[in-house]
């Protein structure tokens, strides 16, 4: 047997978020997003981040109007029910909390760079972002001549964040997870991070975990932390266990268009609570039942003997 890692949320953040750390978030783009661990490291007042994620949909928006960004390495950052956040547009037009930087990436460019990271390459090629104005907004990009055929090709450097946080079905005390679904860059940014948080929604035995290798997210050396927090994506979705929320995310773009407004809405549901589960009873046992998967689909179990 190895060495349990599991710990309470709390825990996790105050000993492996500091602050001014890089925290790679939202890797499975709408799907399986932190909030739990993200609404956490606003209660602790973390400060300095640099976040990195492709979308985050509106997580994002949430730690940079509660102060804590000073960087943002994304694709975009905002709602895709309502639109580009309005934190996000009231930093970067109007220094609001603070000024807040911002490497432009796609999710392309994000995935390559995060498997850089993951593969220790310095960098990946690519011609996919010839002749966009990515070049001009992302001052790391470089371009090239492919020593092969002497064609133009732009270099897309590795990303390496501190730490990794992310959202998984099931794991095991040990840091072997489970996840399925759309999964954007979970794998590339759980092997380029220093340092993994894991948060599940389910914890089973290892022995049910390892059953299935192919499923296993990373290796659990890189896991530092593994969390246990049912509905810890709300109000994202997790396949197999709840749908999205889209409620939730039409109401927050329009709480958030103002400073004091979104300032309401952080009192509420984030500085006001004490943590994610009495967060959960505020919104209501009824509100969560309603999203619950009402049609299981598991799939063929995979024969490993030999």
Known sequence: MGRSKL????????????????????????????????????????????????????????LIGAGCARRVIAAWVGNVVGGLGHNYRRATEQDLPHPLAVEDHTNLSLAM??????????????????????????????????????????????????????????????????????????????????????????????????????????????????????WGAFPSPVQGYYGRAHDVYTRYHAESKTVAGFERWLEQRVLGVADWHVALDRIGRDTLDRLIVAKHCPGEPPDFGY
């Not at 710990?7 to 932190?34: K, N, Q, W, Y």
């Not at 371009?143 to 992310?166: F, H, Q, R, Y």
């Open 113 to 230: 760079a995060l498997l850089a990271g993951s593969l220790g390459a310095p960098y990946i090629p690519t011609r996919a972002l010839l002749g966009s104005s990515l070049l001009v907004s992302n001052a790391t990009l470089r371009t090239s001549t492919d020593p092969w055929s002497g064609e133009p090709i732009v270099l897309v450097p590795a990303l390496v964040p501190d730490v990794a946080i992310l959202h998984v079905q099931r794991a095991d005390a040990e840091g072997n997870a489970h996840c399925w679904g759309a999964l954007g860059v979970t794998r590339e940014a759980a092997m380029a991070a220093r340092a993994v948080i894991l948060v599940a929604e389910e914890i089973l035995p290892t022995a049910r975990i390892l059953s299935d290798p192919n499923l296993v997210a990373a290796p659990s050396l890189k896991v530092v932390a593994v969390v246990h927090e049912p």
């Open 7 to 62: 710990m309470p949320l709390r825990e996790a953040i105050e000993r492996f978020v500091g602050d001014g750390v890089s925290v790679c978030m939202g890797t499975a783009l709408e799907a399986l997003i932190p909030f739990a661990a993200g609404h956490e490291i606003i209660r602790q007042g973390k400060r300095d981040l640099t976040l990195i994620g492709p979308i985050s949909d509106m997580l994002f928006d949430q």
